[in-house]
């Protein structure tokens, strides 16, 4: 059975960073494309950043680009998100997900599935 655990939210100051990990199992990862979601209170889930099968092609949403990056090991079914300069607006709860195949480099999440439970970030100013 597919099963995705994200871990290594918190809670933090702006300007700081964190790191989350999504531990993939169930599935033959270092084949799949893997994305980042979050969200936040009141909000709608947002596209954040998503990764190829061999980690050599990122995308990201704009409000996120050049302080958020995505890597991935695949000999440890491992995908991370590196999140930098950490804002208020951040503010959610970040999930992982397997993009379907034929969806292209897609941003919404209807595209991705099997879904984790989520890691809660918080940043206060």
């Known amino acids: 059975q597919v099963q995705l655990v994200e871990s290594g939210g918190g809670m933090v100051q702006a300007g700081d960073s964190l790191r989350l990990s999504c531990a993939a199992s169930?599935?033959?990862?270092?084949?799949?494309?893997m994305g980042w979601f979050r969200q936040a209170l009141g909000k709608e889930r947002e596209f954040v950043g998503a990764?190829?099968?061999?980690?050599?092609?990122?995308y990201y949403a704009d409000s996120v680009k050049g302080r958020f990056a995505i890597s991935r090991d695949n000999a440890k079914n491992t995908v991370f998100l590196q999140m930098n300069t950490l804002k208020p607006e951040d503010t959610a709860v970040y999930y992982c997900?397997?993009?379907?195949?034929?969806?292209?480099?897609?941003?919404?999440?209807?595209?991705?599935?099997?879904w984790g439970h989520g890691t809660q970030v918080t940043v206060s100013s």
């Open positions: 997900a397997v993009r379907r195949y034929g969806v292209g480099a897609s941003r919404q999440s209807a595209d991705f599935r099997s």
């Open positions: 990764i190829n099968w061999s980690g050599s092609m990122s």
């Open positions: 169930g599935f033959t990862f270092s084949t799949d494309a």
